[in-house]
């Protein structure tokens, strides 16, 4: 986006909102000041992404890594807002422990200022480097900076003993489905994620295999498409309970041992706690996360109508359909998304809790891995998504299962 796209862009944000056109004008004379006394300490103004839960925590988390290591050899004053009513209450607490957040309308227009004109761009903070991609690999180097305090966590606690819930070897499933989406954004159309969406009852017998493995299994989510009845002590559907709330979200996350997605905004937290995630069926094939190894990754297969098969992953690629993130993309390309099948989760889950338990990599599946990363490694930088960077080092585990099941991967 060139510099003149980036003023009309905040002109037109500006117009939109009406409580701004009465603001910018005592803001422009304060920041002449501003400007003014930038030698000798530096006012920032920023936001975080607090209406998708996803970037609420990662962008966040990633960011605050990074200006961690950020040299500052000036007097910083930072002002941040929320630009929308936070997605999770608990971490804008979080949040707001660490920096102080304004109220929208006093910084907004100090913001925008800041990054529509590229002589103020000394001003803008708050944005990560790559969204929530942790590209400089700062979250295996730095302590999470997004906490619960010590009351909360004996809050937390008392929850899970009142309920008779056992905190230990507890494992999360969240399930992406269209219900979240359709009731929290009523006025918005996110049918376009529809292929992103996966159904919880293939998950059956992965999770019946936790549970007989001595793992407590919550099923998470705020707001989900179909309850989940398994008779089991240690099984317990959050998702549909008395006690779900921003609070417990952020406090099971903080507690588990693994968190396993297909790829939800709700494994973010997750993310920023450091912990282990199963990603299964992951989607695009270009921007999975592979920035540590804590993250075991699956793929979902790119089914090529044309050829009437899945495609290799030189194909995808030459193909130019790595960074996809719409279906009427893939219709266009006349490309079926196929998630894995309820057998291959329960292999994926076997595999990922064998690696807990000592499991050694053998000289195929080292070989496979191998393989699979110096094809992938080769493409991403071949054929990078504009300006976006998604990766650095291919940290990810690709897990053994999944390549002896799709071989044509490692074409």
Aim: glycine share 4%.
């Amino acid at each position: 986006m060139t510099a003149k796209d980036k003023f009309i862009k905040s002109l037109n944000k500006f117009f939109s909102e009406p409580v701004l056109i009465l603001t910018i004008f005592p803001a422009l004379i304060i920041f002449f000041f501003i400007i003014l006394l930038r030698p000798f300490i530096l006012f920032r103004f920023g936001f975080f992404h607090s209406d998708r839960l996803g970037h609420f925590t990662v962008n966040s988390e990633i960011f605050f890594c990074e200006d961690l290591h950020i040299r500052k050899e000036k007097k910083v004053i930072d002002f941040f807002y929320f630009p929308t009513k936070p997605c999770n209450y608990q971490v804008a607490k979080m949040i707001t422990r660490k920096v102080n957040v304004y109220p929208k309308f006093l910084i907004r227009p100090f913001c925008l200022m800041s990054r529509s004109l590229s002589f103020l761009s000394s001003h803008v903070t708050g944005r990560s480097s790559n969204s929530d991609y942790d590209t400089n690999h700062l979250l295996d180097k730095t302590k999470f900076q997004l906490n619960l305090s010590k009351k909360e966590i004996e809050i937390g606690d008392k929850i899970m003993k009142e309920n008779n819930l056992n905190k230990k070897n507890i494992i999360c499933i969240g399930v992406r489905d269209s219900s979240y989406l359709k009731k929290a954004y009523k006025k918005q159309d996110f049918s376009y994620h529809n292929h992103r969406n996966d159904d919880i009852k293939k998950y059956i017998p992965g999770i019946k295999f936790l549970l007989k493995n001595g793992y407590t299994v919550m099923r998470m989510g705020s707001i989900t498409d179909k309850k989940l009845y398994i008779n089991h002590k240690n099984f317990f559907d959050y998702s549909n309970s008395k006690i779900k709330s921003d609070f417990m979200d952020v406090y099971i996350s903080y507690n588990c041992k693994l968190f396993i997605s297909n790829n939800t905004g709700l494994d973010g937290i997750a993310v920023m706690f450091r912990k282990p995630i199963l990603h299964i069926g992951s989607l695009p094939f270009g921007a999975i996360s592979t920035f540590s190894n804590r993250y075991f990754n699956t793929m979902s297969n790119y089914y090529s109508y044309e050829k009437k098969r899945f495609l290799t992953q030189t194909e995808i690629f030459n193909l130019n359909v790595q960074y996809l993130w719409k279906k009427e993309d893939f219709k266009k390309k006349k490309i079926r998304i196929i998630h894995p099948t309820k057998n291959e989760i329960l292999k994926y889950f076997k595999e990922t809790i064998s690696i807990f338990i000592n499991y050694k990599k053998n000289k195929d599946h080292i070989m496979l891995e191998k393989k699979f990363k110096k094809i992938y490694s080769k493409y991403v930088k071949k054929y990078p998504d504009g300006k976006k960077q998604y990766h650095n080092i291919i940290k990810t585990n690709i897990l053994y299962s999944f390549l002896l099941i799709n071989k044509h991967l490692l074409r």
